[in-house]
């Protein structure tokens, strides 16, 4: 193609060289509407490359997106089922102790048991008893020993309350159309469970409610029971610690190397350096983090604080050069200007250039956040990639993320895992789109154009 | 960039002087304090076990029933792989190791070595109850009915053929026993890295190779046949899928024709869309792999320190909890999570061994 495009160029330029007319010619087609038509084409067909990939990466995305969606929205509502509930005296502490210790202890499976049974009276055969206590999650047991250790003077009343459907019974109620048998065995629900919970939607005593374990829940082996505020709170400590560190000191090497540091072979060692750790890979700090933070320094394995000084390590560099390019591109009469009135180097850096390239540098640091946020990788080593059921209340805590905790959810042979994991990268892409709105809203609304 | 002051320096107070320097001053000295933070003395209230992927689950569950139940802080479980996690646990005794290993195999001599060698002298083994591996396809197409042979000949890289040593040559099943279907080899397994592998190599390949003439005359060295018996082939019909368990079975979901090797929880919470190869006639399930009649099955393993105990709290509750009938028991919450509970007699032994421990601290 190319050859040919250059067989018509000459020649039409030998033509323009004898000094006739490239586009008037003997006889039909004259090269140059040849090789206008040629390269018309060719410009067609990159358009249409253009357009294709662009179309193919939209299709991959969207795709994603909507399969992320589609397993993940119904785990923002949970099934919930109203079932009267006996705090008898004889179950929970017989004695009247009212010793919390004794209270923590009872068999509170029981209590949800015997409710059960008062709204399915009819006598049924021990297997079906069992299909009818299945129905309610364990999480219930421990929301009433939760509620009796809280306030013992229930012990000896009755009353009704939502419990937590168990989490075969809550995807099946939010998935499937409820009108046949077909397909209930893929929710592990049987014929008579099925029938059961038909009784139960008559009679009202079930309802969808929003999933608010989901957002203030720790980590949990039972689907219906997990939720990702430890590990949400985890991902907020460690950026803190990340930026706390690699903040100041990315953004100090940077006003050093920029506006103060001789040029010579060391700070060209230096910046060449800082270049290339921006791309090592970040399985390589954590490494580095485990030998250094936890093993010399005996830093506590699993915490934030390790985590995010893992982070910190990552996304210096970025930060570095962001800000290196942000003081570049305050202009030069800046600082003539201040120097002309007295001020020293210092004050001219710290006073003027830096205040000027604040806003490139905070949209460096968002886009850095961006990126410690969604690392797993370095996590795995640190220990960080652990099963915690308390919410982490330092930096010192042992953590997860949450990127960590959809790796960890994927690994589970549970099928509610599926929901949780879905709406956990909903989280996870929705606050990863707020800040990046907030980078380019930072820009728009700070940038100073010279 | 350098600037030389052309006036003299300005060391008074400026009197524009914008506020961002001063936190940003502020923000240094942070973080400087925190980079530079001797080694943090932490008292340990957690409990920190780490281990096996294939305990994990196991693991997880008695930690949050033991939290959700006791007193005691819900412990720390790491999943680190059963070798990583012995490493560490074998690293020393104190605050910073773990108290808990998970393993899915014994440990071995190396290990207990390693041990000794950083001061880890007493440490209990604890069996938890049994695992099964299975082979499983689409419930849609044909079950299986297979012998180690013949799982050997479609999977390993070099079997015996017409009385000689060759590169497996078997591309479809029925070229290996004509009643197996004319449907091409086609395995999903984990990768090398996986204790499920290793297992399975050991328990289905090793079996049925060792004692091949062929192999021994090749190979007269036990450990050397062993090794070449471990070996799986590496012409595309053996395809290594990641250690997520679920990525295999959503596999055999979408393509009926392939098989899959996994953990028998996984076949038992997909049992609407996947059956298991019966292994010499015997289906795997709950009862066949309890009583060993379903014969590719392994023990499960924790291993506590013994040095840990009275000083982190909870640790020998903790051990209780494991191996008490409400949790490891034939109708406890673990056989439902889908652990192959031990053997009565078993569990009694191993619910003295941990009364042991835990009298052994209480004494002290």
Redesign the interface.
Known sequence: MLKRTGRQARLVLRRIQKNKNPFVFSYGVTPAQKWIAGRKRREKQFKFFGFISIALSALFLGSLILNILGNGYSAFTRVQLYIPIEFSKEILDPEGTNDP?VL??ADYRKLVRNGLLYLFPADMPRAQKFELYALVSKAGY?QL?EMVINDPSLVGRRGELWLPAASNVDMFIKRHSLKSEIGI??Y?VSTRQFSMLKELIDKERLRKVFNRQFFTGGD???PEQAGILGSFIGSLFTIF?CI??A???G??TALYL???A?ENWLTDLIEININNLAAVPSIIYGLLGLSIYINI??????ST?VGG?VLALLVMPVIVIATRNALRAVP?SV?YAA??M????V??A??HT??YA?PGIMTGVILSIARALGETSPLLLI?M??????IPKTI?D?ATTLPVQVY?W??????GFVENTAAAIIVLLFVLVVINALAAWVRQRFEIKW | MKFTPVSPPNTGPSINRPPVSGSFLMLSVTALAVFFMPGIAHARDKIHIVGSSTVYPFATTVAEEFGNTTDFASPIVESSGTGGGLKLFCSGVGDDFPDIANASRAIKDSERGQCEKNGVKDVTEIKIGYDGIVLANAKKSFQFDLTKEQIFNALAKKVVKDGALVANPYKNWNEIDPSLPAEKIEVYGPPTTSGTRDAFVELVMEKACVGLAEFKAAFPDDDARKKECHLIREDGHYIEAGENDNLIVQKLRSNEHALGIFGYSFLEQNADAVHGAKISGVAPAYAAIADGSYSISRPLFIYVKNAHIGSVPGLAEFAEEFVSEKAAGDEGYLAVKGLISLPKAELVEMEKRVAALSSAAKSN
């Open positions: 210790a923590s202890k421990y020993c065995s893929h592990k949990s082996q039972e610690v706390a560190v903040f100041p000191l953004v100090a920029e506006e103060f001789k320094l005996g830093m506590p394995r699993s604080l000084l030069h600082r120097l002309a007295g001020a020293n180097p004050q001219v710290m006073h830096f205040i604040l220990g990639v652990a099963f915690l059921t308390d010192t042992p960890l994927t690994n589970n042979p549970e099928f």
